[in-house]
């Protein structure tokens, strides 16, 4: 089974459904599954440099607190086992590099562990995921060639790919994040408890058996 997910590096919820879409794998049991992460920019206008943090949330909330919304997602997070370090941000990055990475990482199988690099590195250390050099620690620490990785982030290599895949997002009706693809038929939307994971994967199941039924008959 492939399970596509369209997500954003620096959304919050996209690290949290994240770990509980892993949850849900693993009460199911499942070893069969195919992850392939997918690019949306939540601030796809943001200055490539990016914006110092209070700055954007003035911006977004009118304040710097986010208007409260980060004290829920904080918890939410803490349920999940991530502790969000929201006050150690210092700038909201624009994700086009870091989604650029994770495209690159799809090439040679690492694609969840630089996501859960990049997530890691925003959340939990403050880091700024649209700076080169954090990308490259992020991409080295998962097992990419530093030389390698260099040389492609120095470059414009798969720049217009995934503005084409943030696009086609959008064209289908994608207007948050994290939305996952399941079967590359079912859609959740947002980070949804396991449980709704859980179901999908049995109604999945039953319909792979009868079309498995059907074709032996």
Known sequence: MIIDIISDTICPWCFIGKRRLERALSL??????GVVWHPFQLNPDMPVEGMERGAYLRLKF????GSGAYERIAEAGAGEGIDFNFA???RTPNTLASHRLVRYAGTLGLQNAVVEGLFNAYFSD???VGDGLVLLDVGTAAGLERGALADYLESDAGLAEVAEEDANARRIG????PCFILGRK?????????DVFLQVF???????SAADAEAQA
């Not at 009118?62 to 607190?65: A, H, I, K, L, T």
């Not at 049995?202 to 792979?208: A, G, I, P, T, Y």
């Open 202 to 208: 049995e109604m999945l199941d039953k319909e792979q």
């Open 186 to 194: 079912y859609v959740i939307s947002g980070a949804q408890s396991p």
């Open 174 to 177: 994608v207007q948050g994040v």
């Open 62 to 65: 009118g304040d710097e607190r």
């Open 88 to 90: 150690g941000i210092r």
């Open 126 to 128: 403050g880091r700024d």
């Open 28 to 33: 199911a049991g499942r070893t069969d599954v």
